[in-house]
């Protein structure tokens, strides 16, 4: 499997708070059947996390943990990227290269507040779409305006974007309004990927085996793969979306 958003580089936001643990995430990743992985470091997050690719500072830090992974032989490739904070200032930050896309593709993951407005988040996707990048959009199923009106995520897909549900959600681990949500995304087919937005190696983790076999168990292998495998190579290798109505 394709894991494309983990917080698993150390000491840089909310994730891995060392080096140790996000080995441990990294052992863990593949144990539980993932071989690549994207490491998304929160970035933009107004007075929390800038992480900014400046100086190519934060991509440095990215390939020395590569390094780390493979001296302790653990058989997982690892990829650029970030998942940034959906602000008025995303489309500059772009054009100034601040950003690190999924793999240096196309591909921004980006969230959102969870609670708001969706016309605001649709303003900032319309900009990043005119840029030629395509959203990736995190966890929609925990956006409590998604939650009410998820046909707010057909609007976002028809415009360009891709959706990105978390195992967690998924698995009831964020409430109910975001299993909820979660289930009716798939069910509906408005989903391109499923990822495991870990943070530990204890908690919110990189072992995707159980969200595996749940989908498997509720919508079919063919579906499952494309949520874990088909859709997520073709994000790492900026090719376009397939949706499961195509």
């Known amino acids: ?9 150390p000491g840089v936001d909310d994730g891995a708070p060392y080096q140790e643990i ?16 994207v490491m998304t470091p929160h970035c ?23 390094r780390q992974v493979e001296q ?30 999924i793999n240096d593709t196309r591909y921004l ?15 900032i996707l319309e900009a990043i779409l005119a840029l030629d990048y395509i959203p990736i959009v995190a966890h929609p199923e925990r956006y409590r305006y998604v939650q009410e009106e998820p046909e707010t995520v057909d609007y ?8 990105q549900v978390n195992k967690g959600s998924v698995l009831g681990r964020f409430g109910r ?19 495991s937005d870990a943070h530990h190696s204890e908690w919110r983790t990189t072992y995707m085996d159980e969200i595996e076999q749940y989908l498997i168990t509720s919508f079919g292998r063919e579906y499952t793969d494309f949520l874990t495998r088909l859709n997520p190579e073709r994000i790492l290798a900026g090719k376009n979306l397939l949706w499961p109505v195509d």
């Open 156 to 163: 976002w897909i028809r415009m360009g974007c891709g959706m």
């Open 72 to 101: 302790a032989e653990i058989p997982l490739t690892l990829y650029t990227g970030m998942e940034v904070f959906g602000t008025p200032e995303v489309p500059d930050h772009l054009r100034d290269g601040r950003l690190l896309t």
């Open 1 to 9: 499997m394709i894991d494309l958003h983990v917080h698993i580089l």
């Open 177 to 195: 309004g975001a299993w909820e949500c979660s289930n009716y995304l798939l069910e509906e087919g408005m989903v391109s990927c499923v990822a």
């Open 44 to 66: 933009n997050i107004p007075e929390m996390f800038d992480n900014y690719n400046d100086d190519d500072v934060l991509r440095k830090q990215m390939e020395d943990f590569k």
């Open 22 to 37: 996000s080995l441990e995430m990294a052992e863990q990743a593949v144990r539980g059947g993932v071989d690549r992985l």
């Open 109 to 123: 993951l980006i969230e959102f507040p969870f609670g708001g407005d969706s016309m605001y988040v649709t303003s």
